[in-house]
């Protein structure tokens, strides 16, 4: 079973919607949580970046963590068709150096 | 302020062949980590660099070695290639180790192993 879970999708919704992306982990040590975008044949963006647990809000995109109940989420309001690409959700125990530890990715395309 | 680079951003090579990649990180970031993207994996740290040192290393053979050098540009090496070893080999920078320094990724360096 890998450390990080995250359902690869493909997502699919219409612009303006809703986005809901989430990822499960196994390892209770995580502390830090961060939501990186990908868009085809470039390097990840990192857009989220949360210690612990509790929310995050940044225009569009609300980060949630649930420490608890190893669960993290990612919301994006208002889905444009810009917002289509790969989303990783990762994560890092914070005694192994800068060390992070990606989900699979989630595919999401934002129909117009 | 310019971003991390990589290059070169695309490599084909045969099996057998070594190869080095570069990564030059942001102005004044000090720490360099390197990823290894695939399809079936996906993205899984290979290692970590900070004043010229190791930090810490990922589950990969020895085939795989990296160095840092004293202005922070780090360069890593794949000796005896195998066509498992295509991927995109991604470089992130941060002012420093550990997970509280976000990383920031460069555009990558896409290996082709034939």
């Known amino acids: 079973q890998k450390e990080v879970e995250q359902d690869p999708g493909p997502l699919s919704v219409p612009e303006g919607a809703i986005v809901s992306l989430n990822c499960t982990y196994s390892n209770s040590a995580f502390q830090y949580f961060m939501w990186y975008r990908q868009y085809s044949r470039k390097g990840p963006e990192l857009l989220m970046y949360?210690?612990?647990?509790g929310n995050k809000e940044d225009g569009r995109f609300t980060a949630q963590v649930d420490k608890s109940s190893k669960y993290i989420s990612l919301f994006i309001r208002d889905s444009q068709p810009s917002d289509s690409a790969t989303y990783l959700c990762a994560m890092s125990a914070g005694n192994q150096g800068g060390k992070l530890i990606f989900g699979q990715g989630t595919e999401l395309s934002v129909k117009p | 302020k310019a971003g991390v680079t990589q290059t070169p951003r695309y490599l084909i090579k045969t099996r057998g062949q070594q190869v080095t990649l570069s990564c030059s990180p942001i102005s004044g970031h000090r720490s360099v980590s390197w990823y290894q993207q695939t399809p079936g994996q996906g993205l899984q740290f290979l290692f970590e660099y900070f004043s010229e040192t190791q930090r810490n290393k990922g589950n990969f053979p020895g085939r795989f070695s990296g160095r840092q050098f004293s202005n922070s540009r780090s360069e890593m090496n794949v000796s005896t290639l195998e066509l498992g070893d295509s991927a995109l080999y991604l470089c992130a920078s941060s002012l420093a180790p550990g997970a509280y320094n976000e990383q920031f990724f460069g555009p990558g360096t896409r290996l082709t192993v034939l």
């Open positions: 949360t210690y612990s647990s």
